[in-house]
T-cell receptor
Framework: NAGVTQTPKFQVLKTGQSMTLQCAQDMNHNSMYWYRQDPGMGLRLIYYSASEGTTDKGEVPNGYNVSRLNKREFSLRLESAAPSQTSVYFC?????????????FGPGTRLTVT | AQRVTQPEKLLSVFKGAPVELKCNYSYSGSPELFWYVQYSRQRLQLLLRHISRESIKGFTADLNKGETSFHLKKPFAQEEDSAMYYCALDYNTDKLIFGTGTRLQVFP
């Protein structure tokens, strides 16, 4: 099992460009998440999806959109990238909604917006 | 508002020394707390969760509701424990808020 995979690993964008970060999991998990991590800060939740067909905002959703394409895939879209969105983005998944379920993380995507 | 604080950015110890990584939280409800770890060139992964009351790789963490703390402890550090450690709080049914992390360096 590959677990949680993310593409691309690295990306450089110019201000105003758009892009989609892809995430897939092969563990048959119900819940999926997108986080960003900035230097000196913890991971912050951007959006999450409790199940196929549902999405909800996290702490820092502004400037992002998400799509839960199916149970396996959860994409994050930046419609008009800004330098403030320079960050490392992590996708995660978990078995379900429950306060003790472990979250499994992808390797991350390092995004630079110039 | 909920918050997780890890006051130390870096903790350096020698092999065999005891380790305590501090975590304090602010949350009005019943807390569910976790420690996640990221070893060099590896993914972030769960180390332990308070509800399991388990010891993983020699690490333990006790929830102290009076002091609102969930410190991670190990009596004898090993070089392979060197990593970034993140404390996390589940504040709304599988939504996590993370602390800023503590880098543990264990010298031989």
């Amino acid at each position: 099992n590959a677990g949680v995979t993310q593409t691309p690993k690295f990306q450089v964008l110019k201000t105003g460009q758009s892009m989609t970060l892809q995430c897939a999991q092969d563990m048959n998990h119900n819940s999926m998440y997108w986080y960003r991590q900035d230097p000196g800060m913890g991971l912050r939740l951007i959006y999450y999806s409790a199940s196929e067909g549902t999405t909800d905002k996290g702490e820092v959703p502004n400037g992002y959109n998400v799509s839960r394409l199916n149970k396996r895939e959860f994409s994050l879209r930046l419609e008009s990238a800004a330098p403030s969105q320079t960050s490392v983005y992590f996708c995660a998944s978990s078995k379900g909604q429950g306060r003790t379920y472990e979250q499994y993380f992808g390797p991350g995507t390092r995004l630079t917006v110039t | 508002a909920q918050r997780v604080t890890q006051p130390e950015k870096l903790l350096s110890v020698f092999k065999g020394a005891p380790v305590e990584l501090k975590c304090n939280y602010s949350y009005s409800g019943s807390p569910e707390l976790f420690w996640y770890v990221q070893y060099s060139r590896q993914r972030l992964q769960l180390l332990l969760r308070h509800i399991s009351r388990e010891s993983i790789k020699g690490f333990t963490a006790d929830l102290n509701k009076g002091e609102t703390s969930f410190h991670l402890k190990k009596p004898f550090a090993q070089e392979e424990d060197s990593a970034m450690y993140y404390c996390a709080l589940d504040y709304n049914t599988d939504k996590l808020i993370f602390g800023t992390g503590t880098r543990l360096q264990v010298f031989p």
